[in-house]
């Protein structure tokens, strides 16, 4: 499966209360068909939770890479048994640096930052 969205909102948040961090981006903030989420909570010893437009379309320990650029994302997942190919097109968006620092954190070694 292969999903292709032009991203418009991104949301980096630090939850202490809940323990977690997360990444978000979708086509906007509140009016949106697609989205792609990281998560993570505090410990490491818990794998990443990555969701795809619907919980439905989530798990935790399913992505296999991420390639983040200046201008998109790539996500490979394996979701259902089936590998799914994420791009987001974030020429009109930036993830914030504290956002790229939340992503290694969820991520680890999954992603490449070219």
């Not at 697609?34 to 505090?42: A, D, E, T």
Request: with cysteine; aromatic share 14%.
């Amino acid at each position: 499966m292969k999903i292709e969205f032009k991203g418009g909102f991104i949301s980096a948040d630090n939850d202490e209360d809940e323990a977690y961090y997360s990444v978000g981006i979708s086509e906007d903030e509140f009016y949106f068909e697609n989205h792609i989420l990281f998560c993570r909570s505090y410990s490491e010893d818990e794998d990443e939770y990555v969701e795809v437009n619907d919980q439905a379309y989530g798990g935790y320990g399913i992505c296999k890479k991420v390639v983040l650029s200046e201008n998109k994302m790539e996500a490979t997942l394996t979701i259902n048994k089936e590998e799914w190919q994420v791009i987001v097109d974030m020429d009109d968006i930036k993830i914030s640096d504290q956002g790229i620092e939340y992503l290694k954190f969820i991520l680890g070694n999954k992603i490449e930052i070219i």
